[in-house]
Nanobody, 116 residues
Framework: QVQLVESGGGLVQAGGSLRLSCAPSGSIFRINAMGWYRQAPGKQRELVAVIYSGGSTNYADSVKGRFTISRDNAKNTVYLQMNSLKTEDTAVYYC??????????WGQGTQVTVSS
């Protein structure tokens, strides 16, 4: 069973930066999209950013201009560079990989806490 391994979360002051990484523990083929979601306490999980196999990207309005998603196709690794972090960015961040078809994988989540 392939798992997504996330890293890079932590505690940072407002205005600071963090970089999240996510890579599968084994081989995954026919990846359509790789992305990041987040879930804050008491809120629903929401899309943060996604990058498709062709390289196009999509961002939540709340992170546009501050976050950048990228991927290393050779390593099947996706990154989320988060700059100018705000306290409202505090959440558990989940990596997501969608294959062509219906299969999808989720990471275990990594905590990002932004202090004021």
């Amino acid at each position: 069973q392939v798992q997504l391994v996330e890293s890079g979360g932590g505690l940072v002051q407002a205005g600071g930066s963090l970089r999240l990484s996510c890579a599968p523990s084994g081989s995954i083929f026919r990846i359509n999209a790789m992305g990041w979601y987040r879930q804050a306490p008491g809120k629903q999980r929401e899309l943060v950013a996604v990058i498709y196999s062709g390289g196009s990207t999509n961002y939540a309005d709340s992170v546009k201009g501050r976050f950048t998603i990228s991927r290393d196709n050779a390593k099947n690794t996706v990154y989320l560079q988060m700059n100018s972090l705000k306290t409202e960015d505090t959440a558990v961040y989940y990596c997501n990989v969608k294959l062509f078809g219906i299969a999808t994988y989720w990471g275990q989540g990594t905590q990002v806490t932004v202090s004021s």
